[in-house]
């Protein structure tokens, strides 16, 4: 599968986890770019919900597999 149905910016799965500390803004853009880059990523962060100030919704992809 080339891509993810419904999710045309998630490129072609690379095997490479990536782990990303803070879901803030700069810490939110950096698992969009890693996830478009087809790497899996985990977001940690220690508030009980994610900024979402400066982030459009359509970007805000949870996948709880």
């Keep these: 599968m080339s891509k993810a149905e419904g999710y ?5 799965p690379t095997g490479i986890n990536v782990i ?3 879901a803030g803004l700069g810490g939110l853009a950096c698992a969009i770019e890693c996830r478009r880059k087809g790497h899996n990523v985990l977001v ?3 508030a009980p919900e994610i900024m979402r ?3 459009f919704s359509y970007r805000l992809v949870v996948d709880c597999r």
Excluded: S
Excluded at 8 to 12: C, D, L, N
């Design 53 to 55: 100030i400066g982030i």
């Design 8 to 12: 045309p910016f998630i490129g072609e």
């Design 20 to 22: 990303v500390v803070g």
């Design 44 to 46: 940690f962060e220690n």
